[in-house]
């Protein structure tokens, strides 16, 4: 059974009042970095991985994107996506990624932002995304940095004060299950390391284009103080890959 803790009351009233589920893709401290790494969207057939509450189909759509497929395990974020969806050019499909099937060579660019971590075999998604892609077609993901994700406690170590130390770093090269906490606690992630994330991609049949780790704009740095931290270790990895 695919965990699927969105549509838990709890979890999911506590997911709607974080400030990105607000305030939308500005409010996401990666976001400038990763439109970067987005190709020309215009007139384009692009699939979301993960889509949430839509707001990167939003975002395809005022980029001219000519359809865009919005997929998710969650019903309650698929609620709200349709909620705030009002474009014809949007659909929204209620399934985990593990299960997508499509035809192939039937979207010119997939994006997944921050639902891959999620998912236990990488190498499959790649397979599958690679099948359904155009020829020349991009994947562009995010997903959380291997050096966030190696140990359970996902979180710095604090000194008397509540001051943080260090993060550390541990079982860095034993991937798999990583039981976390993340608002209601109990989430399911996997970990993986930098060179599995390439090396699924390569084996795939993927070029690799662009690779970031990105730090929060100087904007959100002067507007969130501690915003600061992120500076002192990766939280984020994204890569954009071509077929």
Avoid at 228 to 234: G, H, I
Wanted: charged letters at 30%; a negative charge.
């Amino acid at each position: 059974m695919k965990q699927n803790k969105y549509d838990d009351e709890k979890f999911f009233s506590m997911y709607e009042k974080m400030p990105r589920s607000i305030k939308g893709l500005e409010a996401a401290g990666e976001w400038h970095e990763f439109k970067k790494l987005i190709p020309e969207l215009r007139n384009k057939s692009v699939l979301d991985l993960g889509c949430g509450f839509g707001w990167h189909c939003r975002y395809a759509s005022e980029q001219q994107a000519s359809s865009i497929l919005g997929v998710d395990i969650s019903e309650k974020m698929l609620a709200k996506a349709r909620e705030l969806t009002d474009d014809p050019a949007i659909s929204y499909m209620n399934m985990p990624i593990e299960g997508i099937n499509f035809s192939e060579s039937q979207f010119d660019v997939v994006l997944s932002s921050l639902a891959l971590h999620y998912i236990k075999s990488f190498e499959d998604i790649c397979n599958k995304v690679y099948k359904c892609l155009k020829p020349g077609g991009a994947f562009v993901f995010s997903v959380e940095h291997p050096i966030f994700t190696t140990r359970n406690e996902q979180d710095w170590y604090y000194d008397e004060q509540g001051n943080r130390l260090h993060w550390a770093v541990d079982h860095y090269q034993s991937e798999g299950l990583r039981e976390t906490s993340f608002l209601t606690g109990n989430v399911i992630k996997y970990h993986r390391t930098f060179a599995t994330y390439v090396n699924d991609l390569i084996d795939a049949g993927f070029t690799i284009k662009n690779v970031k780790e990105p730090v929060p704009s100087e904007e959100m740095l002067k507007s969130v103080p501690e915003m600061k931290d992120e500076l002192r270790r990766p939280m984020f990895l994204m890569i954009y890959a071509e077929k």
